[in-house]
C-alpha cells in the first residue's frame, strides 16, 4: 500500500491565490523529503530538498520565497505556491526517505495536478 | 552523481522478458543504481536498486556488470500494466542524497 500520501491529488486555483500542498509518511519517519515538479511530457525536476526542524535547500533556479517549503515533523511537510500564475500549473510531486524496515529508498507520493485559471 | 543514459523507447508483448538497459560508465565505487517508474499521471514507483552483486524481487531483477558501468532492469512477464516509464538513476548513500531523473526509457506492453 501507499507509503506516501499527498493532499490533494488535484486542485484548481485563480491567479493570485496561495495553494498549500501536503506530503505525509504514513509508516515511517521522514528524516529527509524531496519536492519535483513535472510539466507534461517532461522528467521530474527537483526544487527542494528539507530535512525536519530545518530550512529547506532549493536548486538553482527555484524561487524560495515563492515556493515556501515547512517540514514540520517527521511525517509531515507542506508545499505552498504563493501567488500563484498559470505558469506555475505543473505536476507536483513529493517524495520521503527514511528508515523505512531498514530500508532507505525514498518512496514517492501520488502527486498533485496544481491548475492555474 | 553519475549520469545515466538510456534509450527513449522499446516496446515488448505481453508475457514475455522485458529488458531494459541503462548506461552508467562514470559510476563511483559507492553509487548505487536505482530503478524507478513512472505510470501516467502518478507518482513514481521504486522497483529495485543494487550495488554491484545482481538483485531480484518480487517485482524484477536488476543485472549489473561486473565493470559496473551498465546495467540492466528485467520484467520476467511484462504485463500491460507495466507500460509506464522506467528510470534507471546512480545516486549515493545517504539521507539526502538527491535522486536525480533523466527522460528515462518509455516502456510499451503490446497485447
Known amino acids: 500500500g501507499a507509503v506516501v500520501s499527498q493532499h490533494p491529488s488535484w486542485v484548481i486555483c485563480k491567479s493570485g491565490t496561495s495553494v498549500k500542498i501536503e506530503c505525509r509518511s504514513l509508516?515511517?519517519?521522514?528524516?529527509?523529503m524531496f519536492w519535483y515538479r513535472q510539466f507534461p511530457k517532461q522528467s521530474l525536476m527537483l526544487m527542494a530538498t528539507?530535512?525536519?526542524?530545518?530550512?529547506?535547500?532549493?536548486e538553482q533556479g527555484v524561487e524560495k520565497d515563492k515556493f515556501l517549503i515547512n517540514h514540520a515533523s517527521l511525517t509531515l511537510s507542506t508545499l505552498t505556491v504563493t501567488s500563484a500564475h498559470p505558469e506555475d500549473s505543473s505536476f507536483y510531486i513529493c517524495?520521503?526517505?527514511?528508515?523505512?524496515?531498514?530500508?532507505?529508498?525514498?518512496?514517492f507520493g501520488q502527486g498533485t495536478r496544481l491548475t492555474v485559471v | 552523481d553519475a549520469k545515466t543514459t538510456q534509450p527513449p523507447s522499446m516496446d515488448c508483448a505481453e508475457g514475455r522478458a522485458a529488458n531494459l538497459p541503462c548506461n552508467h560508465s562514470?559510476?563511483?565505487?559507492?553509487?548505487?543504481v536505482y530503478w524507478y517508474r513512472q505510470i501516467h499521471s502518478q507518482g513514481p514507483q521504486y522497483i529495485i536498486h543494487?550495488?554491484?552483486n545482481n538483485e531480484t524481487n518480487e517485482m524484477a531483477s536488476l543485472i549489473i556488470t561486473e565493470d559496473r558501468k551498465s546495467s540492466t532492469l528485467i520484467l520476467p512477464h511484462a504485463t500491460l500494466r507495466d507500460t509506464a516509464v522506467y528510470y534507471c538513476?546512480?545516486?549515493?548513500?545517504?539521507?539526502?542524497?538527491?535522486?536525480?531523473f533523466g527522460k528515462g526509457i518509455t516502456l510499451s506492453v503490446r497485447p
Open positions: 517524495s520521503a526517505r527514511g528508515d523505512r524496515e531498514g530500508r532507505t529508498e525514498a518512496f
Open positions: 528539507s530535512n525536519e526542524g530545518s530550512k529547506a535547500t532549493y
Open positions: 509508516d515511517f519517519q521522514a528524516t529527509t
Open positions: 538513476i546512480v545516486r549515493y548513500p545517504g539521507a539526502n542524497s538527491k535522486l536525480t
Open positions: 562514470t559510476i563511483s565505487g559507492n553509487e548505487y
Open positions: 543494487g550495488l554491484k
